[in-house]
């Protein structure tokens, strides 16, 4: 076992890396496009309880526990619960976030393309319907998609192997910031547009007669998905975390601009949905079909463009980033493997998924399990039921059996009134809270409830 950790070297460093992880197209791909299959304004409102009332709480579970072992996911529980099964959270956790690295590299492949064509010229057609139709002629090839899949996991792997500080804390540290402008620049734009106030209203009039098992537990999937939650991510990230870091604010700021970011999305797609006359719940090519859309109608369009699809390829890169250090820190740490290695092992098995995946809406679109193909079947797995299963364990884990003066070490360190506060309020909700909501969702989708 690896005995000296790496550090990240500020305390704005940690949350800038935190950030990085959870920001990324799970804001701007996958929050608007769940929010417009699943009804707009009801969908957003469940996603933020569950972000705020049992995220914020999880993640501060997962921070306690990286900080306070130092070490990957599975070494931790074995550290903290020896010879007790815990150590299978982790396990949960390194499928989940192999699963997800496959389907995501597609979307973030997607993302290259766009860039390149971005660059390139989107050609003379500018219409939506162009739009719609080039973005089916290029997803249901079997070319393009899995050479930018591939491509992408491949720069992934670049970085990855250069190990934690170099790579990641630079990159999070300048390139945050910048998306963010760009995002509420087109929020701007969005809101001069002529279907400005019905997509407003569709993105926060909640309608709760739209609300259905499977709306409730895409909402629960969106959150744990864009908090980078219940697969250990966060623990692993919170092992390389000093000393001093403060874990309850860096939890708050962190969920706080994520689902900030998610929100500037929605409102910089829907007024254009309307504005369009386009259907909100088209899916995962949504985002892809609107922003084109948009950039030609600002001024200077190309380059908005080429911006905003490198920025959300950096994005996507610093969350797959993070994705790939779980299973890595685990073999590192557990098998004294080389980082080159282990970096090699998990991202090929990675590729093999990930052209599963990117072929689902080409050739192997027929090809389906339970009704859903490669690509929809990793996403609902580890979004809608691996992450949730893995924060349900892990806030028992922390409320329950982790001793309290770890907790108070942990979250309190300077027993001032304001941390015990806030302690309490997070071990509230890991004892009872959390693991009732979670467990009434997947009750309730299965029609017990
Ligand atoms: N939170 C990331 C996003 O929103 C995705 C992610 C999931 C990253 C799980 C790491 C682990 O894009």
Known sequence: MTEKRAHFATRLGAIATTVGSAVGLGNIWRFPYEAGVNGGGAFLLIDLFFVFVIGIPVVCA????????GLNIRGAFKKLAPGKSW???????????????????????WTLEYLRLSIVGFGAENSVDSFHSRFD?????????????????FINYVIVIRGVQRGIEKMSNIMMPILFIL??????????????????????????????????????????????????CLITYSSYFKKDTPLLKTAGIMASIDTMVAILAGIIIFPAVFTFGMEPAAGPRLVFEILPSIFTQLPGSTIWSILFFFLLFLASL?????????????????????????TTIIISIAMVLGVL?????????????????????????????????????????????LDRRIVKKELSPKSSRRELTGMRLVILCLRYIAPICIAAVFLYSLGIF
């Open 62 to 69: 997962e921070f306690i526990i990286g900080r306070n072992t």
């Open 137 to 153: 002629t290029f997803a249901t090839s079997d070319i393009s998609p899995v050479i930018c899949t591939l491509l992408f996991l």
């Open 87 to 109: 150590a299978l959270i982790g396990y949960m956790g390194i499928l989940a976030s192999i699963l997800i690295l496959s389907f995501y590299s597609v979307v973030a492949g």
């Open 318 to 342: 610093s969350s797959t980033i993070s994705m790939s250090e779980i299973s890595i820190a685990y073999l590192v740490d557990e098998f004294d493997m080389s980082r080159r290695k282990a």
């Open 183 to 232: 995002l509420v620049v087109f929020c701007i734009n969005s809101l001069m547009l002529p279907g400005a106030s019905q997509g407003l209203s569709f993105l926060f009039n909640p309608d709760f007669s739209k609300v259905t098992p499977s709306v409730m537990i895409g909402a629960m999937g969106q959150a744990f998905f864009s908090l980078s939650l219940g697969l250990g």
């Open 357 to 401: 995946c990117a072929l689902s809406f080409g050739s192997l679109s027929v090809v389906t399990v339970f009704g859903l193909t490669f690509f929809n079947l990793f996403d609902y797995i580890s979004s809608n039921i691996l992450l949730p299963i893995g924060g349900m364990f892990i806030s028992i884990f922390v409320g329950y059996v």
